[in-house]
Nanobody
């Protein structure tokens, strides 16, 4: 099992910045990727940014150039630096981890997803 706890959300004015954190605990050794997702009222949850263990990143087009995802393996923590925030960024932000496991030596890998409880971000003047 992997436990994820997000923090750093809040109310910010348009053009402002926030940094979200996602602290991971538990069976984290085989986490192969982590990501940030968001969900606004009445919409589906969408990918914001993701990062793999070897540092490859992926961003939604709507946040490219404004958001930066990073991870500090020594602290078992992932971050999302959000700059130039817009009202459209208002949502609940969730952290996700994908952990791979091998039931046996010749078995196909099994991937399990773990989610945090979310942190609210509101961009408003």
């Amino acid at each position: 099992q992997v436990q994820l706890v997000e923090s750093g959300g809040g109310l910010v004015q348009p053009g402002g910045s926030l940094r979200l954190s996602c602290a991971a605990a538990g069976s984290i050794r085989r986490i192969e990727s982590m990501g940030w997702y968001r969900q606004a009222p009445g919409t589906q949850r969408e990918l914001v940014a993701a990062i793999t263990t070897d540092g490859r990143t992926n961003y939604a087009d709507s946040v490219k150039g404004r958001f930066t995802i990073s991870r500090d393996d020594a602290k078992n923590t992932m971050y999302l630096q959000m700059n130039s925030l817009e009202p459209e960024d208002t949502a609940d932000y969730y952290c996700k981890a994908v952990r791979v496991s091998y039931p046996c030596i010749e078995c196909q890998p099994i991937r399990n997803e773990y989610w945090g409880q979310g942190t609210q971000v509101t961009v408003s003047s």
